[in-house]
């Protein structure tokens, strides 16, 4: 599957921005969990968030709960995250990934695809 975020820019803190992903592919987009990272400068990707194929089942770092959410519509073979109050350590470069298998997004490497990041920049 091929994966294209977008949706990043310049917010201020305590503002919103929502990031989308879209897919495309041989392999329906219902099979594949879905999730985001970022890197911010000077640092290691971290994990975000992930969504199971159904949107059923979702997980986020500590530092996004309750501020980031993430969902899916397999419709439109896209992937969000609606970003809410945010803080200028979110400052970073996001990534959307995917792979059949969600524990594979949760530990965070050996995804089966990788989309090019999108820049969100938050200023205080």
């Known amino acids: 599957v091929q994966l294209q975020a977008s949706g990043g820019g310049l917010v201020q803190a305590g503002g919103s921005l929502r990031l989308s992903c879209a897919a495309s592919?041989?392999?329906?987009?219902?099979?594949?969990?879905l999730g985001w990272f970022r890197q911010a400068p000077g640092k290691e990707r971290e994990f975000v968030a992930t969504?199971?194929?159904?949107?059923?089942?979702?997980y986020y770092a500590d530092s996004v709960k309750g501020r980031f959410t993430i969902s899916r519509d397999n419709a439109k073979n896209t992937v969000y995250l609606q970003m809410n109050s945010l803080k200028p350590e979110d400052t970073a470069v996001y990534y959307c990934?995917?792979?059949?298998?969600?524990?594979?997004?949760?530990?965070?490497?050996?995804?089966?695809?990788w989309g090019k990041g999108t820049l969100v920049t938050v200023s205080s």
């Open positions: 990934a995917a792979d059949s298998n969600l524990a594979t997004i949760l530990r965070g490497n050996g995804m089966d695809s």
């Open positions: 592919g041989r392999t329906p987009f219902s099979r594949y969990a």
């Open positions: 969504i199971n194929w159904s949107g059923g089942t979702t």
